[in-house]
């Protein structure tokens, strides 16, 4: 069985500031992916970032990063010069290979971003 | 670029009826899920299917059944409808069956409310 544990049920961060979401997952499967997902007010869920468990970079795309640390079993999303529009939900997202073909996600962060 | 399409987005039924989610996964995309997000929880998986066959199985209650057509689009069949039964039902695709590689694309949801 897999779990993800993001701690900070609520964040702030001032616009054009960079913000961290923790995310620490276990899984017995030695071959994975990490994803994260932001969920606006709206509803939607919008895949943001993906990270294999063996790609030795980390991910990156625009202004989202991950940052991987595989012995600690951490896969921490940082987000740049935040914006008014970030503000949602963020899960993280565990998919084990070689086993069953589902995510299993975390509680989810709510970030806000101030003006 | 297409996107995974759900209907209806909204859905109000009463206690002890039936309803009907459909999805339209991204055009070449061959496997499709299902999961549930209750209020304020995170999306829980439900079922998954891999070139018309059930792949997987989470926590699907044994009042929904769900299957996925030729033209793969696939349909959330819910009887027996408790207000438990309230939520977003999120369909989301992928392209392949393969390793964890394959992101999941979500779809806008239905929101389902059970009076």
């Excluded at chain 2, 070449?28 to 299917?49: A, C, E």
Aim: glycine share 8%; proline share 6%; charged share 20%.
């Amino acid at each position: 069985a897999q779990k993800i544990t993001q701690t900070q049920p609520g964040m702030f961060v001032q616009e054009k500031e960079a913000v961290t979401l923790d995310c620490t997952y276990d899984t017995s499967d030695q071959s994975y992916g990490l994803f994260w997902y932001k969920q606006p007010s709206s509803g939607e869920m919008i895949f943001l970032i993906y990270q294999g468990s063996y790609d030795e970079q980390n991910a990156t795309e625009g202004r989202y990063s991950l940052n991987f640390q595989k012995a600690r079993k951490s896969a921490n999303l940082v987000i740049s010069a935040s914006q008014l529009g970030d503000s949602a939900m963020y899960f993280c997202a565990v998919w084990p290979l070689g086993s069953a073909r589902q995510l299993t996600f975390g509680s989810g962060t709510q970030l806000t971003v101030l003006p | 670029a297409a996107g995974v399409i759900q209907s209806p987005r909204h859905l109000i039924k009463e206690k002890r009826e039936t309803a009907t989610l459909k999805c339209y996964p991204i055009p070449r995309h061959d496997t499709v899920y299902w999961y549930q997000q209750g209020p304020g929880q995170d999306p829980q998986f439900l079922i998954s299917f891999y070139e018309k066959m059930q792949s997987d199985k989470g926590s699907i209650p044994d009042r929904f059944s769900a299957q996925q057509f030729s033209d793969y689009h696939s349909e959330l069949n819910m009887s027996s409808l408790e207000l438990g039964d309230s939520a977003l039902y999120f369909c989301a695709s992928s392209p392949t069956a393969g390793g964890p590689k394959e992101t999941q694309y979500f779809g806008p949801g239905t929101r389902l409310l059970v009076l």
